[in-house]
């Protein structure tokens, strides 16, 4: 196990039950990287303890990896929780700040509705009620186990997923827009931005260049 991990860090984290490995890197680490100079209510806060990373559909038994095939393009998962599984640093790999993509969810602020996204605190058109009722998708803890899930599903190896009840239609469907495309597009919409934006892009038009934490 190792003791700490940081941003470009690509690891290898052995299969549940297996000799496998699936791989990942971290692309963003909010208590190394954030200065708290992001937009008021940000959900940066809620994931302060956490790092930002991506996966990829690469199985293996060994610790080698040339390809980098995204599973999952990003999710944030405690630093801790993250460090207490069977993991190893493989190398570190430059991450492109222009390429990092956050979470999208929504969260309820004195009656507003937020849209969240990275530094970003954007106000919606919603209730809080409808937020609650018909979008409910807001700020998540990631959890290591769907982390590897999620990973071994998109990558076609639900034959290594132990117990195979476990596997979702959707396994961000509570805590995070890009995996309901229909409810994304109905979020930008009420924001009235351009859901094919890139975060960078997004964020720079808003005054924030994701490159200075870089």
Known sequence: MSKNIKVGDIFAIKIEQSELYYFGRVVFDVQAQYDNSGQDNNYLDWHKDSVLVE??????DSLDIEKFETAI???????????KQDIKIVKNLEVDPTKVSFPETLKNHQNNSLFTVG??????????????????????????????LATLDFSGRRDLIVDQNDILDNYFKFSDLRSLPEKRIEVYQSIGENPNLSYYDLALKHGFDLQRFY
Not at 55 to 60: L, P, V
Not at 124 to 148: C, H, M, Q, R
């Open 55 to 60: 996966t990829y559909k690469h199985i293996s």
């Open 119 to 148: 530094e970003l605190s954007l106000k919606t058109n919603f209730s809080t009620d409808y937020a609650y009722d018909n979008i409910k998708v807001f700020p998540t803890l990631g959890k290591a186990y769907y982390l590897e």
């Open 73 to 83: 393009i990003s999710q944030f998962i405690p630093k801790k929780e993250l460090l």
